[in-house]
């Protein structure tokens, strides 16, 4: 069951990304997919596979990739405005942050997302501790920090993979 459904899922996002109904895409991603699977399956669908069918993580995982873009959006104009600024006002720095995220997957989906969005990158994670170097360091405290950066990700990740 673990590999059916990390297979259907793996192959459902390489079809999201090809956006093509190209019959080599199809075939080149079942292929992807299975053998992915066969890797990481245990990773994808967790002890639990049929909790990924539930319609609520999806809408979830739709929320959060509509709250990334946003997020991404916004981050790239702030480090451009950075760029092009005479005096370039950054107060960069390492902050750290605490997660609630429970799973090893999200907090790596949680890390990553950190990373992607420019101006943070994630440096090391410690159990429920994460140390993200930030372009513009708002606040040292732990809770500012973790409002900051974390909070927003934090609360579609744990519908999706708690």
């Known amino acids: ?87 370039l006002p950054i107060n960069p720095g390492i902050v750290r942050v605490k997660t609630k995220l429970k799973t090893p997957i999200a907090k790596l989906v949680l890390a990553n997302s950190i990373t992607m969005t420019p101006g943070t990158i994630t440096v090391d994670v410690h159990g429920d501790t994460l140390y993200i170097h930030w372009i513009d360091v708002k606040g040292k405290d732990v809770e500012t920090a973790t409002k900051n950066i974390v909070e927003g990700f934090e609360k579609y990740l744990e519908v999706i993979f708690e």
């Open 1 to 87: 069951m673990r590999l059916l459904l990390s297979t259907l899922v793996l192959f459902l996002l390489w079809m999201m990304f090809v956006a093509s109904l190209d019959p080599q895409e199809i075939v080149t991603g079942l292929f992807v997919a299975f053998f992915t699977s066969l890797i990481t399956g245990s990773v994808i669908a967790g002890k639990e596979p049929l909790k990924w069918l539930s319609p609520k993580r999806w809408f979830y995982f739709f929320l959060f990739a509509l709250y990334f873009i946003k997020e991404l959006t916004l981050a790239n104009l702030d480090v451009a405005y950075r760029v092009i600024h005479p005096r």
